[in-house]
C-alpha cells in the first residue's frame, strides 16, 4: 500500500508539471503585453516548488539542531552523574544500601526512533548512540538488580561487591564514561551548543 505522503508527492509534483507546461505553451502562442502573464505564472510556479523544498530543509535541519542539543545536555547530565557521588574515583565504599542515580535516556530514544538524524551524515554518531544507549540500559538494569539485593540480603558483602564491580578496572563505570568522553568529542554535538567541562 503506497503511503498518503508519496501520494501527496505524487499529486502536488503532477499539478506543478503540469501547470508548468500550461504556462510555457500559453507564453509559447501569446504576443505583446499579454505574453508577460504566462511568464509571471511560471516565475510564481518555480517559487513555489522552491519554498516547499527550502522550507522542508530548514525544517529538518532544525530538528537535526534541536535533537543534538538535547543529546548533548542529556550526555552532559550523564557526565556529572558518573563523576559525582557515588560512583566518582575515589567515592568511599557505601555503608548503608542506597538507591543510586540512573542513566538519562529520554533525548538519545527520541532522536534514534524519530529518524532526526542524517542517515549519510550522522551514521557514525548514530552508530555510537546506539552502542552508548545499549550500555547504558544494561547498566540501569544491573544497578536495579544490585540495589535489590542490597536491600532484601542483610549482609555487609553486597555493599562490598556491588562497589568492587562498579569501581573495577574496565567494569562498567570505566566504559560507560570512556563510551561518554567519545560521543561528546563527536563534531557534531559540537555545533549545537553543547558546553564543554
Known amino acids: 500500500m503506497t503511503a498518503p505522503r508519496t501520494w501527496i ?116 554518531l548514530a552508530g555510537m548512540l546506539h552502542d552508548w544507549r545499549n550500555e547504558a540500559e544494561i547498566f540501569n538494569h544491573q544497578l536495579s538488580l544490585a540495589e535489590i539485593l542490597a536491600f532484601t540480603n542483610g549482609s555487609d558483602d553486597v555493599l562490598r561487591d556491588l562497589y568492587q564491580g562498579l569501581h573495577s578496572a574496565d567494569g562498567p563505570l570505566e566504559r560507560m564514561q570512556e563510551q561518554l568522553e567519545a560521543l561528546l568529542a563527536m563534531p557534531a554535538l559540537a555545533p549545537a551548543g553543547v558546553t564543554r567541562r
Open 9 to 124: 508527492m505524487v499529486v502536488t509534483g503532477g499539478s506543478l508539471a503540469v501547470s508548468f507546461v500550461v504556462s510555457a505553451v500559453w507564453w509559447s502562442r501569446s504576443s505583446g503585453m499579454s505574453s508577460f502573464e504566462p511568464a509571471v505564472q511560471v516565475l510564481g510556479l518555480l517559487a513555489g516548488i522552491t519554498g516547499i523544498v527550502a522550507e522542508r530543509w530548514a525544517a529538518s535541519r532544525e530538528r537535526r539542531a534541536e535533537a543534538l542539543q538535547a543529546i548533548g545536555e542529556e550526555l552532559q547530565d550523564n557526565r556529572r552523574i558518573l563523576t559525582s557521588p557515588p560512583f566518582a574515583v575515589g567515592t568511599t565504599q557505601p555503608t548503608r544500601r542506597q538507591v543510586y542515580p540512573r542513566m538519562s535516556l529520554s533525548a538519545v530514544n527520541a532522536a534514534l526512533s524519530s529518524a532526526v538524524l542524517a542517515p549519510g551524515r550522522d551514521e557514525t
